[in-house]
């Protein structure tokens, strides 16, 4: 690609310098001259990137912020208190005032709290990925259909010269009649 043509289709279309424009509207501008695609799938590419530390943490995120997690933990917790109050009553492992429990639950929230904020860090990336992405294609689009534009505009242009001619062309050849 030339810096010329490059320079000439930032100024034409984006009414803006190369300088001034920022790396998202010369990448669109690049495939635009390339003739190349700008859409891809996002989520894939995100996907592909990622470490299994941090596909542990969204899947942990997305199991702990469920109706079945938050259900079965009601149901554990039941069982728990059940176990050691009603039916193991001498013998409960952790009697009341349920101190093991206590400790479990406090381990259970100090480790799902920072592994949900990782994933909600990676779903902020995630959305500011695609957010560039719309961004891009949005760009493209609008580009191509200015430049659509300017092409039925020079088609009309070429039109109405030639409707003018031959209007001209009719009236001169009444005028020597």
Not at 88 to 109: H, M, T, V, W
Request: proline residues 2%; hydrophobic residues 45%; negative net charge.
């Amino acid at each position: 690609m030339s810096q010329d043509a490059f320079a000439s289709m930032a100024k034409q279309l984006l009414e803006a310098d190369e300088g001034e424009l920022r790396p998202h509207e010369k990448k669109v501008l690049e495939k635009i001259l390339k003739r190349l695609a700008i859409s891809r799938y996002i989520e894939k590419d995100y996907q592909e990137q990622s470490t299994f530390g941090q596909r542990v943490a969204d899947r942990v995120a997305e199991v702990g912020g469920s109706w079945t997690f938050i259900i079965g933990f009601f149901v554990f917790i039941f069982l728990w208190i059940s176990i050691n109050t009603f039916i193991l009553l001498d013998r409960a492992y952790d009697a009341y005032p349920f101190i093991l429990l206590n400790l479990a639950l406090s381990l259970l929230a100090a480790v799902q709290a920072p592994i949900i904020l990782m994933s909600q860090n990676r779903q902020a990336a995630r959305d500011r990925l695609a957010a560039e992405h719309d961004y891009e294609v949005n760009l493209k689009a609008e580009i191509e259909i200015a430049a659509l534009h300017e092409k039925l505009d020079q088609i009309l242009a070429n039109e109405l010269a030639i409707l003018c001619r031959q209007i001209k062309h009719e009236l001169q050849g009444e005028g020597r009649s």
